[in-house]
C-alpha cells in the first residue's frame, strides 16, 4: 500500500478574516434562514452549512462587490439541497405528499368556514405571517419571503433563484394569495 | 378600466413596476369605487406587514460557535479527504509519476509532460506519486505552483514546502488544485533530503471549457 503524504493544513487560511467578512451578515443570513425554516434549530443549521461551504471560498468572498445577492443565492441553493436530502430519507416518508411548484398544503389545509383570525381586528400579525409562510412549498416561501420581506427586487431574484421574471411574478402571485387565504381561514 | 382589469394590476402597482400612465388609470379607479378601494386598502396592509416583520435575530453564542464550527469542520474534513484519495488510488483521478533519485544525479526541471487537462475554474485533485529508493525522513516536500493553477486552502501561495517522512517505494500526494486560468502550465515538485535533492516539472494543460473528457494517464520515469 502506498504511503499517503499530506499537504500540511494551512497556517494561512484566514479564519479570523473570513469572520471579519461574514460576521456583518450573519444576522441578516439568520434572518433569511429562519424565514426559510421556520424553526429555529433548522435556521441554525442551515446558517452553519453555508459557512462551512463558504470557509474554503475566502478569497472569493472578498472580491465580491454585493456580497448579499451572493449570500442569499448560496442560502437558497443550500437549503433546497437539505430539503432533497430530507425527502430521499426514510422520515420523508411521513410526509403525505410532497409540496411542488403548483400544487402547497393550503388547498388541502385551508377549511372553508371563516376561523378564529378572521374575526380579529388585524389578522396580519408577524406570528400569524410566519406560520402561514411555513406552509407555502419551498419556491413560493424563498419568492415571497426575499421580495416582500428582505426586499430584493425581482430581477434580483432572477439570479438568485435562477428563475424567469414571469415564473417568478405568478409565483409571487400565487404565494401572496395562499398567504391571504390562510391567514383568512385560519388553519394554523 | 372595470374592476377586474385593476384588481389584476395590483401586484404590478404595489411592486412599482407599473408605467406611470396605468399608474394614474389604478389609482382613479381605486379612489372612485369603494369595493377596490377596501381591497386596495387590505393589500396595502398585507404588504406593510410582511415588509415590517421583525428580523429573526440569532444568538451571540450561535456566531460564535458557527465560525469556529466552520474553520474546525473544514479541517476536518480535509483530512478524510487525504484518507478517501488513498482508497481512491486507482479508482479515479489524474495521477502522475514521479521517481526520486538520490543516487543518481540531480535532474534540475526535467520536464515530464503529464497528459492531463484541467477544466477552467473546476476543482480537480491530482495525484503525484513520489517512488523512493529508500527511506526518508524528514524529507522537505516542495511544489512550485505556477499562477495558472491555484491550491485548495492557499490561494496565490506560488511555493509551498514542508517536511515529511517518505517510505521506500510509493508515496502518494494528492493535490487539489483550480485551474484559474487557460494555458499550458509547468508544476514543479521537489524533494530534498541530506543536501539533495529532485526535481521534476510536469506540464500540464488548462482548457478554456467547462467540459473536458478526462483521461487516466500514466506516466513515469524509472
Known sequence: MDNILTIPASQTLPAREFETLLCPHLDFLYGVAFRLTGLQADAEDLVQDVLLKLYPKYSELAEIEKIRPWLVKVTYR?????????QRTPFSLLKSASASEETNHVDTLASQNPGPAQMVENKFTSRNIQAALNMLNEEQKAVCVLH????????????????????????????????????????? | MGCHKTIKHLDDYFDGSLGQDLLNVVQNHVNKCPECHELFQEEKAFRLALFNMPAATPSREFSEIAFRNAAALHQKKLRSRAWYSMAGTLAAGLMVWLTTMFSGPIMPGSGITADITLALNETQNIKVLFDSPRVLQDATLTLVIPKELDLVDYPDTRELSWTADLKQGPNMLTLPVRAIEAGNIVLVTRVAHD??????????AVRADSLVERRLDLLQTV
Open chain 1, 78 to 86: 443550500t437549503f433546497i439541497d437539505n430539503k432533497r436530502r430530507y
Open chain 1, 148 to 188: 416582500d420581506i428582505e426586499g430584493f427586487s425581482l430581477p434580483e431574484l432572477e439570479d438568485i433563484l435562477a428563475t424567469p421574471l414571469g415564473t417568478l411574478k405568478s409565483r409571487l402571485h400565487r404565494a401572496r394569495a395562499s398567504l391571504k387565504k390562510i391567514i383568512k381561514y385560519g388553519t394554523f
Open chain 2, 195 to 204: 543536501n539533495q535533492s529532485s526535481t521534476q516539472s510536469f506540464h500540464l
